[in-house]
Every structure is written in structure tokens, then in C-alpha cells.
């Protein structure tokens, strides 16, 4: 789908140059003299390259097509991830460096997003926010105000983050899987 240079934002997924890009920064630029242009830094999802490049406005890029389905986790081994399409029972398996951090908040059943491009899978997404389970913490210092303060905690799947210091070990907490922060207590 061919899309105008001024309608380009960040996460986006281009075909330009015979490759798979993603958007990763991108500047709508007006100069006194001369027409409008966008500034876009892209990186090839394939080959990890990346790429500056500047589009006058007048100028369209194509818009890859992504096919999106959803699939339950179901395990994983030494380098890949494996899913199953809930309708077809399709199973599939996912290198885990394409799934990257979020790999580790994957639980048995988990409903995600698989994102296709030539039938081959590029992206994971999972949902907004996951229940986790705080393993330790550290003791709250007396003293701090509640509303600046947060403490180191480590997660069941292993993964550090910052809480409040009501949070304590054992507890059960939202996490919000874009940013990797804590939510709220359940």
C-alpha cells in the first residue's frame, strides 16, 4: 500500500530498496527555502542495518502488508519459541532473538499477536499487561515518600524491575509488557 513521505511514523514497516524496514525515527522537516521533507531512520528488519534516508513530501513509500494471527504459547527449547494457532492447531516456532526481552514474560497459554510478512513471522506482540509474581525485594527504608520512591524487585521469570515500597515478595502484580513497569498490585 503506497503511502505519502508526510504520513511515515515511528514502528512503521516500509518496503524500500528491495528490503523490510522498520521506522525507528522519523522528522517532518519545513525549510524557509525549498519544499517540505521527512527525515527517517530506519533499520532493516532482516539484515540489522541501518539506513537515514530523506523523503521529499510529494514523494510515497510502500507500507508493507502484514498479515496478523493469533497463536497460544506453548514452550520453548534451546534457540526457538513455539506457538500454536488456536483455530488450526498450526504449530510454529519463532527464533527466540526475534522475540528478544520479551521472550522472557511468555507463560504456557499465553494469547499473543504473530505478525506476517511473506508468510514468515517478523514481530510478537503480547498483550499490554501480564500478571506477574514477585520472587524478592528489598526492605523499604523509612522515611521515603511513597509517591518518588521505588525499590529493586525481581520477578518470577526473572526479569529486575522497580516497585513501590508496599510491594512485597510473594505478591502478585500487574506488569505493563511495553516498558517493562510495574502497574498496580493485585
Known sequence: ????????????????????????????VKPGKGGAFA?????????NTKLNERFRSSETVEKANLEETNF?????????????????FDQIEIK?????????LLSENLEVSIFFYNENPISVELPNQINCKIVSTDAALKGQTVSSSYKPAILDNGIKIQVPPFIEAEDEIILDTRTFKYVKKI
Open 96 to 104: 527466540k532473538d526475534i522475540i528478544g526481552e520479551k521472550g522472557k
Open 72 to 88: 497460544n504459547y506453548l514452550y520453548s527449547d534451546g534457540n526457538n519459541y513455539f506457538f500454536m494457532d488456536a483455530k488450526t
Open 39 to 47: 527525515q527517517v531512520e530506519m533499520k532493516s528488519v532482516g539484515k
Open 1 to 28: 500500500m503506497k503511502i505519502n513521505a508526510g504520513e511515515i511514523r515511528v514502528g512503521m514497516l516500509l518496503e524500500y530498496k528491495n528490503d523490510l524496514w522498520q521506522v525507528l525515527k522519523t522528522q517532518h
